[in-house]
């Protein structure tokens, strides 16, 4: 059964790092283009950042580039995500998602499996 595991969030301070990483299994890892989104509450769940199934291409909302980094790794089956220079409006819960054969995508519906979130709050 497939399943994704995102870890590594948690309380940071403005201006900090932070890295999650999702862990997946149950699937052909190197078939999927991978996704991050996040949803704040109150909110729709929003594009933060994509790439594809060999790592070759990556695209990000406006929100956070230059401050994020999407990174994959195949042979573990992980795919990261680098937060850096942190705000407060960052604070959401962050999804990693996995989309099959699929170009790097910002739209939620494309993706075909979703982990359980992990929460990043980013105080003042």
């Known amino acids: 059964q497939v399943q994704l595991v995102e870890s590594g969030g948690g309380l940071v301070q403005a201006g900090g790092s932070l890295r999650l990483s999702c862990a997946a299994s149950g699937l052909i890892f190197s078939r999927y283009a991978m996704g991050w989104f996040r949803q704040a509450p109150g909110k729709e769940r929003e594009f933060v950042a994509a790439?594809?199934?060999?790592?070759?291409?990556?695209y990000y909302a406006e929100s956070v580039k230059g401050r994020f980094t999407i990174s994959r790794d195949n042979a573990k089956n992980t795919v990261d995500l680098q937060m850096n220079n942190l705000k407060p409006e960052d604070t959401a819960v962050y999804y990693c998602?996995?989309?099959?054969?699929?170009?790097?995508?910002?739209?939620?519906?494309?993706?075909?499996?979703w982990g359980q979130g992990t929460q990043i709050t980013v105080s003042s």
């Open positions: 998602a996995a989309d099959y054969f699929r170009a790097p995508s910002g739209v939620v519906a494309s993706y075909d499996y």
């Open positions: 790439i594809s199934w060999s790592g070759g291409t990556a």
